[in-house]
Nanobody, 123 residues
């Protein structure tokens, strides 16, 4: 069982930056690929970024490419999402997810999910 807790969300003006963190409760964190997803009001949850268990491969959605970066520190059981040049359309609840061999954009490949952290970007 992996418990995930996101933090770092908040209110920021357009053009600003935030760094989200997702801490895992278990030492087996390093066995899991990790992903970030988001859900805006009235919309379906969508893929944002993912990273393999080793950090060797990363993939981000086209909508955030060049602005968001995913990274992880297995010594701290934590995955990060660095978000720059934020836009109002980035406003959403951001979720981290984990799963063995889950790397990719499909939600159903991720076994464990956090409760989410709100990101609000004002114009």
């Amino acid at each position: 069982q992996v418990q995930l807790v996101e933090s770092g969300g908040g209110l920021v003006q357009a053009g600003g930056s935030l760094r989200l963190s997702c801490s895992a409760s278990t030492r087996t964190f390093s066995n899991n690929d990790m992903g970030w997803f988001r859900q805006a009001p009235g919309k379906e949850r969508e893929f944002v970024a993912c990273i393999t268990w080793s950090g060797g491969s990363r993939y981000v959605a086209d909508s955030v490419k060049g602005r968001f970066t995913i990274s992880r520190d297995n010594t701290k059981n934590t995955v990060y999402l660095e978000m720059n040049s934020l836009k109002p359309e980035d406003t959403a609840v951001y979720y981290c997810a984990a799963g063995p061999s889950a790397f990719g954009s499909y939600e159903n490949r991720y076994t464990y999910w956090g409760q989410g952290t709100q990101v609000t970007v004002s114009s």
